[in-house]
């Protein structure tokens, strides 16, 4: 009996901070979840994010054996350094040729331009031939005219006896000799115009030549870009600055064009895909605030603000998207891809230790 009217005032006791830590809890609890509950309508979060960043692929333009790598895995890079070469022996080859190639085509035209020139010479000296003639033709024509007359005369006067015979056999042989002055002029003439005719089918196929020969320019001079730009590809640069990473190549390895061999990680661009449940997204708008997290550095909290949505889930983006129509149906809640970008209030030097594929906390402001 002593023992048990001792006891019960520490029973009593012990009720009574049991009952204290039970209304803290109540309380703590239901603050916490005030603040929750008012945290959530003003905010859409997610741990389903990851840090982006522009990866350009290294891809070689034409092939060869490489000759000399000067960069090694993880090496920062500036736009237009080189990253490797490909022996070039073969493209200088090529150059060679198509320098060949042009001086040939360059010295077949300046040959048919000489032709067409002289063609063209010859063209205006028969047409000047032409023109003589004719003018020695209707000259001729004239004396033959009156000599013609002459004769009539002179055969008149013989037929009366009023000259002797020789004047008239020698009116006679005077229309004659012009007569025939005049065939052998129109004879001249018309061989002069074959003549013409045949310089002026000359100079039309020499004309011909000479814009083949120019054709022939073109393309070479087009072969001989191409070499040198081939030349030039031998030695493959950075096309952004960056880091390179996950370098395979070796001097004298074989690579081809269009092979994939390395990726350079661009710095000058971050952002972040979050990956929001689909009935996360009434409230989100492009331009809101956002904070963000990434697990490798909980202590700096990042700045940015909604730029775009996915135009599709990313189930959609799958080898193998879900097809709803087959078998039977469970729904299962979708996510869709948010692009944040970073703003300019975050410092530099915090940026510059985010990787691509880093995991990250996304708070969005939606209010």
């Known amino acids: 009996m002593e023992n048990t009217v001792e006891n019960a005032p520490e029973k009593k006791g012990t ?26 309508q003003a905010h859409e979060t997610t741990d389903d994010a990851q840090v982006e960043k522009n990866m350009s692929p290294i891809i070689p333009r034409v092939g060869g054996f490489i000759s000399k790598v000067y960069v090694k895995d ?25 320098l ?21 010479a010859n063209v ?3 047409d000047a031939t032409i023109q003589s003639n004719l003018g020695s033709i209707d000259a001729a024509r004239i004396r033959a005219k009156q000599a013609n007359n002459d004769y009539i005369r002179y055969q008149n006067l013989y037929n009366n006896q009023s000259i002797t015979k020789q004047q008239y056999e020698q009116a006679l042989t ?31 196929v020499a004309s011909k030549q000479t814009s083949v020969a120019e054709a ?12 040198k730009l081939n030349l030039s590809y031998t030695a493959v640069l950075a096309s952004v600055d960056g880091q390179v990473s996950n370098i395979k190549v070796q001097p004298g390895q074989m690579v081809n064009p269009g092979q994939s061999l390395f990726y350079i990680v ?45 135009p599709a889930t990313g189930s959609r983006f799958s080898l193998l998207p879900p097809d709803n129509a087959t078998g039977n149906f469970v729904k299962t809640v979708q996510r869709l891809p948010v692009k944040i970008k970073l703003t300019k209030d975050n410092k ?15 708070d969005v402001h939606v209010q």
């Open 266 to 310: 661009d710095n000058i661009e971050t952002w972040v895909v979050a990956n929001f449940k689909e009935t996360q997204l009434e409230k989100i708008k492009p331009g809101q605030k956002v904070g963000i997290k990434v697990d490798a550095y909980p202590a700096i909290e990042f700045e940015g603000e909604v730029n775009s949505f996915s």
């Open 216 to 227: 022939n320019i073109k393309r070479a001079n087009a072969q001989l870009e191409a070499a």
């Open 15 to 40: 009720n009574k901070k049991f009952t204290i830590v039970l209304v803290a809890l109540v309380i703590f609890g239901g603050a916490y979840g005030a603040y929750k509950y008012m945290h959530g």
């Open 74 to 98: 993880n090496d920062l890079v500036k736009k237009g350094d080189t990253l490797f070469t490909i022996e070039s022996q073969d493209y200088q080859v090529r150059v060679d040729e198509a």
């Open 174 to 204: 005077a229309k004659l000799e012009a007569d025939k002055q005049v065939e052998i002029l129109q004879q001249q003439r018309n061989a002069s115009a074959s003549q013409r005719n045949a310089v002026v089918s000359k100079t039309t």
């Open 124 to 126: 205006a000296i028969s």
């Open 348 to 362: 530099a030097e915090n940026v510059a230790l985010l990787r691509p594929g880093m995991n990250a906390d996304v």
């Open 100 to 120: 060949a190639s042009l001086a040939a085509a360059q010295s077949s035209f300046d040959v048919s331009k000489a032709d067409v020139s002289a063609s063209s």
